[in-house]
């Protein structure tokens, strides 16, 4: 166990550092530790997806590494269409279904990883035509998070730089939505299918990833490259993506 713990601990520093939630690692950890993948380990993950960029939205408000407007915005159409994928998909399909999603994304994830930014950036003619992008990412964000138990920084990073965000800002906005989206995605499931008895679990892990959040925060705010860690986990989670695929 003790193993797992220091892995969810490095796994919050490295995803903290570059705005991630954690969710692709978090979700198959649970599961290979044994725990139902339904019942508790994706909403597990949303729990400690939560955390951790509480830890490091401290950081990111100190350094004014914050869009606010973007956040709120992209936040409230996550929770929205969270709750309708909750009510018309999650609890009516297959844990094997999920599973095989989860292996894919994972997956996908990691190989575009390994490619750079191409530098291309959208120029919105109107403040309503940014608020519809906004409310694009929230949909594609509401349904892997909530289904999957992603945080979705992976897709928001790269998505708010192509609205023009600096790479720093881009981190810090989207650790802020996935402080309020991982909470709020995990009372839903809370409240409605959560295994309450493995909450001594979830809170020991939870301790591990606080700490990971912090310090990967604290390193991003400071000068650092990223480019060594962007290629180490893109190898980590190709790698991961692949092995989740063909165990099921």
């Known amino acids: 166990m003790i193993i797992y713990l220091l892995i969810f601990f490095v796994a919050s520093i ?15 950890l649970f599961t290979f530790l044994g725990y139902s993948l339904k019942e508790f380990s994706i909403p597990a993950s ?3 997806i939560f955390l951790s960029s509480l830890a490091g939205v401290s950081n990111y408000f100190k350094h004014k590494l ?12 996550t929770m929205f269409f969270a709750f309708i994928t ?10 094997n279904f999920l599973w095989v999603m ?49 945080g979705g920084g992976s897709i928001m990073v790269p998505l708010l730089i ?10 810090g906005t989207s650790s802020f939505i996935i402080m309020i989206t991982g909470l709020s995605n995990f009372l ?34 400071v000068k650092m490259s990223k480019k060594s860690i962007r290629l180490i986990m893109a190898t980590l989670l190709t790698g991961l993506g692949i092995y989740i695929l063909f165990t099921r």
Not at 66 to 76: C, L, R
Not at 86 to 95: G, M, P, Q, V
Not at 121 to 147: A, C, P
């Open 46 to 48: 949303l729990f400690l």
């Open 14 to 28: 490295l995803f903290t550092m570059v705005g991630f939630g954690g969710g692709s690692v978090y979700v198959p």
């Open 86 to 95: 909750k009510i018309l998909f999650f609890d009516n399909i297959s844990a």
């Open 162 to 171: 192509l609205a023009g965000f600096e790479v720093k800002v881009a981190i």
């Open 102 to 150: 989860l292996g894919v994304v994972i997956t996908i994830l990691g190989i575009k990883m390994y490619f750079p930014e191409t530098g291309i950036r959208l120029h919105f003619k109107s403040e309503k035509l940014k608020i519809l992008y906004y409310m694009f990412i929230g949909i594609i964000i509401g349904f892997l998070s909530i289904s999957i138990g992603f």
């Open 66 to 77: 914050i869009d606010y407007s973007a956040g709120i915005n992209i936040s409230i159409s």
């Open 188 to 221: 839903v499931h809370f409240f409605t299918s959560f295994d309450k008895s493995k909450m001594g679990e979830l809170f020991l892990a939870s301790f591990f990833v606080i700490a990971g959040g912090y310090l990967g925060s604290h390193l991003t705010s």
